[in-house]
């Protein structure tokens, strides 16, 4: 049995990256927003589109409390950053993940 590739509705035969149910061609496996190359079974999905863990959590992921935090990214984790109203800006982190 043929399986169609979701990302360009093509056929999929030999080559193929199955993941999360679906076949893909090697090179179709990418983030949908950052184009990233993505490992099977190593990325996020949201309505059928790809993602890398980066741009899923950027996307999708908590936003916090508008008024007093906010969740913030960075290549070592997720951070929940704390603001205090004052003259000088201060920012303080604990980390989440």
């Known amino acids: 049995m043929v399986g169609y590739c979701p990302i360009c509705g093509k056929p999929v035969y030999f080559g193929k990256k199955r993941s999360l149910g679906r076949d893909y061609h090697p090179l179709c496996l990418k983030c949908h927003v950052c184009n990233r190359q993505l490992t099977a079974g190593q990325h ?19 936003r ?34």
């Not at 996020?44 to 908590?62: L, N, Q, R, T, W």
């Not at 007093?68 to 989440?96: A, F, M, N, V």
């Open 44 to 62: 996020a999905e949201h309505d059928e589109k790809p993602y890398c863990s980066y741009c899923y959590i950027k996307e999708f992921g908590p």
């Open 64 to 97: 916090g409390n508008t008024r007093t935090q906010s969740i913030g990214l960075s290549t070592s984790g997720i951070y929940c950053i704390y603001k205090q109203k004052i003259s000088l800006p201060q920012q303080y982190r604990h980390r989440l993940l």
